[in-house]
């Protein structure tokens, strides 16, 4: 006892027996008036907070980014100025799965980065893939749907999958780099990360850039097969909170180089297709990727559920000389993450330590749950005031846009195209590779009703004969795997 702290109730008091509850006689009823107890089943039944609706399940760690080159001319943000050195927190998610779900499954990863620069955090909240389903918010929630349990059976369902995704054809470029062997990286540090959506940077003499956000990994690409996956997932549902946790206290802390690809304001009409469509990439050969430094993780969490749980991303935190785009995706995101956190955590979820500016934070929102260390002059609550209260400053503010036309509800996947991008990375893939994304997407539709294989057959189709066809051998194969499956059982029974 001599040289350990007093344990103590949540009021401070101290606590003379933490063993045993307080009974009339040694064999009970337990007394009401035994707060010390009711205070520690009250606490446990509030332990957990609403878990993600989205990338419930998430790996963490701490790390910095260095900027090694000389972007300057295209930003004044802070944290890009040459030498600048800034500390940082990640987060590696699934996007389906709930919390207990397995690591290695095939999904999106999520690649949340904060950066806690000295002008207030930067968030950038993206995915391992440079594009993603839907290109509109409004059917961000259907998609989600799709993704998780049917309301009836509870079960994730194919058919709901293919359903939606062969009515949405703007999803093939992401389907079919889910179903390739990029859907399963073997642990967070051997997949990319991207910004996904088109962002902008600006500098000091007011000039716009629209700019994508690359993080390539220095490990190498590494991926599970399907069948190694599930080899990996019958020995542990936790490979990637393993990997990630052991590389670090290993001193062996992944690394990503960071690139970026710049539009001039006013380019925009060149790209051939709507730079803000977040279905689409901008083809390297057209914006070439420009290095800007390095992103290490170095520092694991003493607290996963204080640190990773609670960390609160949001793609609405950016600092001066880093902006937004017209993107609809990315301006809906703008919206739901805070209102996630707030819902999750709290009113004032920045104020937790993980989700803490390191510079000082100083404004007149009042009250609510949790406004720890909140410090403000007390005569200043309101704004303007004549008591030094805190005040805006000009020069910071970001250029205006040029956005003009007719408001409407536009339906730019209606005329966009679908397919030249996924048959581009089609042509990347080798036979290998080929064979293994058929027989993904085979196995992805056991069960789903023929009219809806035959609809997305139609779209593979449509980005290359061989892919269509490809499919329709492996569903062949499936189906003969599946029947002389049964008759295997039948004739063991
Ligand atoms: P490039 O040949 O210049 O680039 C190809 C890109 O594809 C590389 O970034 C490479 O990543 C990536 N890649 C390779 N295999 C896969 C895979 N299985 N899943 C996802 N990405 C993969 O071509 P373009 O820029 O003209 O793009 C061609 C196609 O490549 C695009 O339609 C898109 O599908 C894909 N792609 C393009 C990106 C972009 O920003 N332009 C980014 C990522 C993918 P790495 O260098 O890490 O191996």
Redesign the pocket.
């Known amino acids: 006892m001599a040289d350990r702290p007093r344990l103590t109730t949540s009021a401070g008091a101290p606590v003379a027996d933490n063993q045993n509850s307080k009974t009339v006689g040694p064999r009970g009823p337990v007394l009401m008036e035994d707060y010390q107890l009711i205070e520690k089943l009250a606490h446990q039944n509030r332990e957990r907070i609403p878990e993600r609706v989205v990338h419930a399940k998430g790996w963490g760690a701490y790390g910095t980014l260095r900027v090694t080159q000389d972007i300057s001319r295209y930003t004044r943000a802070a944290v890009f100025q040459k030498g600048t050195q800034t500390e940082m927190l990640a987060r590696f998610s699934t996007v389906a799965g709930e919390q207990g779900a397995a690591d290695a499954e095939r999904d999106v990863r999520g690649f949340a980065l904060k950066f806690y620069t000295s002008e207030g955090n930067w968030d950038l909240v993206g995915n391992n ?3 993603f389903f839907v290109a509109d918010p409004y059917k961000f929630p259907d998609f989600i749907h799709t993704q998780k349990r049917h309301p009836r059976t509870n079960l994730r369902s194919a058919t709901a999958m293919w359903d939606f995704w062969s009515l949405c054809p703007e999803s093939l ?1 992401q389907v ?2 889910l179903m ?3 859907g399963i990286p073997t642990d967070p540090s051997r997949m ?1 990360g ?1 910004g996904s959506h088109t962002f902008s940077l600006w500098n000091d003499k007011g000039e716009r850039f629209w700019v ?1 956000f ?1 993080f ?2 220095q490990q190498g ?1 590494a991926h599970f097969t399907n069948d190694e996956a599930s080899q990996v997932i019958a020995k542990s549902r936790e490979s990637y909170q393993e990997a990630l946790y052991g590389m670090i206290e290993e001193g062996r802390g992944p690394k990503w180089t960071m690139y970026i ?1 710049v539009m001039p304001e006013g380019e925009e009409d060149k790209l051939g297709h709507n730079p803000f469509d977040l279905t689409k ?5 057209d914006y070439p990727l420009i290095e800007v430094g390095e992103m290490e993780l170095n520092r694991n969490p003493e607290n996963y559920f204080a640190e990773i749980e609670q960390s609160a991303f949001n793609p609405s935190n950016v600092v001066p000389g880093i902006g937004f785009s017209p993107d609809k995706m990315l301006q809906g995101r703008l919206f739901s993450y805070p209102d996630a956190h707030r819902y999750r955590i709290g009113t004032h979820y920045d104020m937790l330590e993980v989700n803490k500016p390191k510079c000082p934070v100083a404004h007149y929102h009042r009250d609510g749950t949790m406004p720890f260390g909140l410090k403000t002059n007390p005569d200043a609550y309101y704004e303007p005031n004549s008591f030094d209260g805190p005040v805006e400053d000009p020069s910071v503010a970001e250029p205006p846009h040029r956005y003009a036309g007719d408001v409407d509800r536009y339906d730019f996947r209606g005329t966009s195209d679908h397919y030249t ?2 048959a ?2 089609f042509a ?2 080798d036979e290998g ?1 080929r064979n293994r994304l058929y027989a993904n997407i085979a196995a992805a539709m056991q069960g789903v009703p023929q009219e809806i294989v035959d609809r997305q057959l139609a779209h593979f189709d449509k980005v290359h004969a061989d892919y269509g066809n490809g499919v329709r051998a492996a569903l062949k194969k499936a189906e003969g795997d599946n029947a002389s499956l049964s008759t295997g059982h039948a004739a063991a029974e």
């Open positions: 893939t440079p594009v470029h079919t780099i390739s062997d990029r990319n991207y994508k690359h390539k990994t690409h690809q990439v901008w083809p390297h050969g991008q996924p581009a990375l990347l893939f590779e």
